[in-house]
C-alpha cells in the first residue's frame, strides 16, 4: 500500500500545482496588501478626519459641551473601529483651548501619559512619535478656539501580515475544494485517452508488432501513436531482419556440417587409405569453414550490439603495419605483394574492435579474391578531419552490376574460386557504421580489381 502512494501519478502532480498556485496567489495577494498598506498609511483619511472633528466643535464656545462632545466622538469611533477589526489599537483624542492651552478633554489612554510637545500651526499638520513603546500618527490642528490633536496607531509591518494573512485564508480554503475539484474531473478525463491507448497495447499479443490502430483524434496523442508505430515498424524490421539471419546462417552452416558427416563416413567405412586421406582433408577444409562462419556470426553480432567500448587513444600507423605483418605469411602463400602508404605516426582514439574488424576482413577479401603473384596496397592518411583507411587489389574485381549486393549478408559474387562465407563485407559495413563512419567501393589498382575505401570521423584534430 506504502508503494502504491509512494508511486507518483499524474492526478497527484497537478493537485500539488493548484495547491502550489494557491500559495502563490495568497502571497501575491499579501503583497498587494502590503502596498496597500503603504498606500493607506500615506492617505489623508487621519487628516480629513482630523479637520472634520475640529471642524464640528468650531461652534462650540463652552470647554464643558466641547468636552462632551469629542468624548461621544471618541467613544463611537472606537466602538466601531472594534467592530470592524482591521486595525489596531485605539483613536485617541487631545482637545486644548486655543487661548490658554489648558486640556479641555484627553482620551482615557492618554490621561497621566507624558505626551510628546507640539507647536500648532497655521496648517493642520501629521507627524509621528513614540511613546510607551509604540508608533503613533498624530494629526495636530487648530482653530479660533481650540487645538485638537488625534493619535492613531501605526501599524508594523508584521502584524499587518498576520491580519491580512488570516483574513484571506478562509476564502482560499473555501475556494480551494471547487478549484481541486474542476482538476480532478479535468485531468482524469485528459488522461482517459491514454489509458485506452494503454489498454489497447497491453492487450496486443507478445509476437504483435502491427501497428498501433488507436486513431488519435486529441492532437496531443497523435505524437506518441506515431512514435509508437514508427518503434513497431523498426521492431518488425529488425524480427524480420533477424529471422533472415537466422535462415541464411543455417542454411550456410548445414552445408559444411553435411561435408563433416559425409567425410567422417568415409573415414570410418572406406577400406582405402587414399579415400580417407582425401576425406580427412575434406573434413578439415568443411571444419575450418565452419568455424570461419561462426567466428564471422560472433563478430557480426558484437557489431549490432547497442552497447559499445569505449574508444582507445592509439598510434593507427603502427598499429597497422603490426596487422599487415600478421597477414603477410597467407599473403606470401599466395607469392601476394602487400604494400602500406601512411604516416610514420598517426595518433587517435578510435573503437579499436570495429577498425580490427574493417582492416581484418578487407585485407582477408583481398588476399582470398586476388590472383596469385598479384599486389594488395593498403592506404592510410586523415584528410578533412577524418580518417581514410584504403584497400587496394588488382584481382579479378566486382561486376558492376553485383557492386550493390556485395555488402549484403551472406552474398557471395559469381565466378570466383575462393570459397566464403558471405559476410566479410556486411561486417566491414557495419563496423564502419558504428565507428560513424561509411565504406564505399570503387576501382582497384591500375583500373582493375576492386578497391574499398572507408571514412571514419576523428572526434577530434590529429
Do not use: C
Not at 529488425?238 to 567422417?264: G, N
Amino acid at each position: 500500500m506504502w508503494n502504491s502512494l509512494a508511486e507518483p501519478t499524474l492526478m497527484r502532480r497537478s493537485v500539488a500545482s493548484v495547491l502550489v498556485a494557491f500559495v502563490v496567489v495568497w502571497g501575491v495577494l499579501l503583497g498587494y496588501n502590503v502596498n496597500y498598506r503603504h498606500t493607506i498609511t500615506r492617505d489623508p483619511g487621519l487628516m480629513k478626519y482630523g479637520d472634520a472633528v475640529l471642524d464640528s466643535l468650531a461652534p462650540v464656545t463652552d470647554p464643558a459641551h466641547a468636552s462632551a462632545a469629542l468624548a461621544a466622538t471618541d467613544h463611537w469611533t472606537n466602538v466601531r473601529r472594534r467592530q470592524v477589526g482591521l486595525l489596531p489599537g485605539v483613536l485617541m483624542h487631545e482637545l486644548r483651548d486655543g487661548a490658554s492651552g489648558q486640556p479641555v478633554f484627553a482620551s482615557p489612554s492618554l490621561q497621566n501619559v507624558k505626551l510628546p510637545a507640539t507647536t500648532p500651526r497655521a496648517e493642520p499638520f501629521i507627524q509621528e512619535a513614540s511613546f510607551q513603546g509604540r508608533s503613533y500618527r498624530i494629526y495636530t490642528g487648530r482653530n479660533e478656539r481650540w487645538i485638537l490633536r488625534v493619535f492613531e496607531t501605526k501599524r508594523t509591518d508584521s502584524s499587518f501580515l498576520q491580519s491580512n494573512g488570516r483574513a484571506l485564508l478562509p476564502y482560499l480554503l473555501l475556494a480551494a475544494p471547487f478549484v481541486l475539484l474542476a482538476v480532478w474531473l479535468s485531468v482524469h478525463n485528459g488522461l482517459r485517452p491514454l489509458q485506452q491507448l494503454a489498454g489497447r497495447i497491453a492487450q496486443r499479443g507478445q509476437d504483435d508488432l502491427q501497428p498501433v490502430g488507436f486513431d488519435a483524434r486529441h492532437r496531443e496523442l497523435k505524437p506518441l501513436e506515431q512514435s509508437l508505430d514508427h518503434l513497431f515498424a523498426q521492431l518488425r524490421q529488425k524480427v524480420e531482419r533477424e529471422r533472415a539471419f537466422v535462415q541464411d546462417a543455417a542454411h550456410e552452416i548445414r552445408t559444411p556440417l553435411a561435408v563433416i558427416a559425409a567425410q567422417a563416413h568415409v573415414m570410418a567405412r572406406s577400406p582405402s587409405e587414399a579415400e580417407r586421406t582425401q576425406a580427412q582433408a575434406h573434413m578439415e577444409q568443411a571444419i575450418a569453414r565452419t568455424s570461419h562462419l561462426a567466428q564471422q556470426l560472433l563478430d557480426l553480432a558484437a557489431l549490432d550490439e547497442a552497447q559499445r567500448p569505449a574508444p582507445r587513444d592509439i598510434d593507427v600507423a603502427q598499429w597497422l603495419r603490426a596487422a599487415l605483418a600478421q597477414a603477410a605469411p597467407a599473403a606470401m602463400a599466395r607469392r601476394i605483394e602487400l604494400s602500406l602508404d601512411a604516416p610514420d605516426t598517426l595518433p587517435a582514439r578510435l573503437d579499436l574492435p570495429a577498425l580490427e574488424s574493417v582492416l581484418h576482413n578487407l585485407l582477408d577479401n583481398a588476399v582470398r579474391y586476388a590472383h596469385a603473384g598479384g599486389t594488395v596496397a593498403v592506404g592510410l592518411r586523415v584528410e578533412d578531419g577524418a580518417l581514410q583507411l584504403s584497400v587496394q587489389d588488382d584481382g579479378p574485381g566486382i561486376a558492376p552490376a553485383e557492386r550493390g549486393k556485395v555488402f549484403e549478408r551472406f552474398y557471395r559474387g559469381l565466378g570466383h574460386a575462393a570459397s566464403g562465407s558471405g559476410l566479410g563485407l556486411a561486417i566491414v559495413r557495419q563496423a564502419a557504421l558504428r565507428m560513424g563512419g561509411q565504406v564505399r567501393l570503387s576501382e582497384g589498382l591500375d583500373g582493375r580489381g576492386v578497391g574499398f575505401f572507408v571514412r571514419i570521423p576523428l572526434p577530434r584534430n590529429i
